[in-house]
């Protein structure tokens, strides 16, 4: 049977989860609430039924899950409201700007006894998927630096993602999409982090970021977010023990090249504009395949599909809480650098 859900806060990402509950197999639109009377308004003018308050939503018996989308800094006191009335919760990301807080949230889920997770929608990006399936696969063995970029040239919306105090910046708004998906694609423990940001357009939060995370095992995962790039670096490139991949832009597939053949008896020299090289020669079919991926089949509905099959206790959560985790401290530690300059010891632990 289909699970009733109350979406909070009917802006763009909140307007985005009422239509795609509406077009849902497990989901029943029972309605929004916003704190702007217009945006109740629009709402009702489409056919969505729009509560008269937040304690409303939250007395109506029949809404089973809670779908937090109001901007970064006024997640808290809805989740917490939401799962004191007994409500599973889906907030959306970055879900908080804090671990303390964040742990705020857990512990309130495990008293309250519901179920909480976080919008990690980007994990059903084809792009990623390509990505993942590539490692998974093997052939060209497994990553030894993964990059990952997204590159606007638009600046930063001029909305409350421009001010520090309600959670902007491109490191919580981005980062925390791209820094989920990379910590998927490398799972190894941190060892420390780097990071630096932009400020071009906005000086008062991060318009762009670049950030390092170097692992115990020596691997690296580079994360780069631009909003101030008029022409676009690749959206993923790969280096792995016996080949590269590369994914150019979001609506391409991944291209791979396997090494064949490493020692090779016989270089010929190329000509370059002004000189001869071995090194940065060419390679050709016999030491070297290539190949494209078929871009993966992705529904994100299944997010939807997985969070109702927890509830029902017949699958287990898809973005746990301890990802949810990680992914907060490697903010928390990309913040505490870009801010000192230096490198971040990352705790595992913590
Ligand atoms: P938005 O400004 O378009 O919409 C926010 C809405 O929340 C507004 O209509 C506002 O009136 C309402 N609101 C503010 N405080 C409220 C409160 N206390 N109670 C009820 N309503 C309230 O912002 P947005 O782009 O929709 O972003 C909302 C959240 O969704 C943010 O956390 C953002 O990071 C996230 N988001 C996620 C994705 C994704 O792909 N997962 C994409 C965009 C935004």
């Not at 077009?23 to 929004?32: C, T």
């Not at 970021?209 to 115990?216: E, Y």
């Not at 691997?219 to 676009?232: L, Q, R």
């Not at 023990?241 to 979001?250: C, F, P, V």
């Amino acid at each position: 049977m289909k699970k009733n859900i109350a979406v909070i806060g009917y802006g763009g990402q909140g307007g985005w989860h009422a239509d795609h509950a509406l077009k849902s197999d497990v989901l029943n639109l029972a309605g929004i609430y916003d704190i702007k009377p217009e945006r109740n308004a629009l709402a009702e003018s489409r056919g969505i039924h729009a509560y008269a308050s937040l304690e409303e939503v939250l007395a109506d018996p029949a809404v089973e899950i809670v779908t937090v989308a109001t901007p970064n800094d006024t997640h808290l006191p809805i989740v917490l409201a939401a799962l004191a009335a007994g409500k599973n919760v889906v907030c959306e990301k970055p879900v908080e700007m804090s671990l303390a807080v964040l742990d705020e949230m857990l512990a309130a889920a495990k008293a309250a006894g519901k179920l909480f997770t976080v919008h990690q929608n980007r994990r059903w990006d084809v792009d990623f998927l390509a990505m993942k399936q590539i490692i998974t696969e093997g052939k060209i063995g497994a990553p030894i630096n993964v990059e990952s970029r997204i590159h606007g040239s638009r600046g930063i919306p001029s909305d409350w993602r421009c001010e520090k105090e309600h959670g902007g910046g491109m490191i919580l708004d981005w980062g925390v999409h791209l820094i989920d998906q990379m910590l998927q694609l490398i799972t190894d423990p941190i060892d420390n982090v780097y990071c630096t940001t932009t400020h071009i357009t906005n000086k008062e939060v991060d318009d762009g970021f670049k950030l390092t995370i170097n692992f115990t095992t020596g691997k690296t995962a580079y994360v780069e977010v631009g909003t101030y790039n008029f022409i676009a670096l690749p959206r993923f490139y790969m280096q792995a023990e016996n080949g590269s991949a590369l994914i150019t832009d979001w609506r391409e597939k991944a291209q791979v090249a396997h090494c064949l053949a490493w020692h090779e008896s016989d270089v010929l020299p190329v000509q370059t504009a002004a000189g001869i090289t071995k090194t940065m020669a060419p390679r050709d079919s016999v030491t070297m395949e290539t190949w494209e991926v078929e871009r993966p089949v992705s529904d994100v509905h299944d997010f939807y599909r997985n969070f109702c099959a927890a509830i029902d206790g017949t699958a287990e959560q898809a973005i746990k809480h301890c990802e949810v985790r990680r992914v907060m401290k490697v903010m928390e530690a990309a913040f505490a650098s870009a801010e000192t300059g230096a490198r971040v010891a990352f705790d595992e632990n913590r």
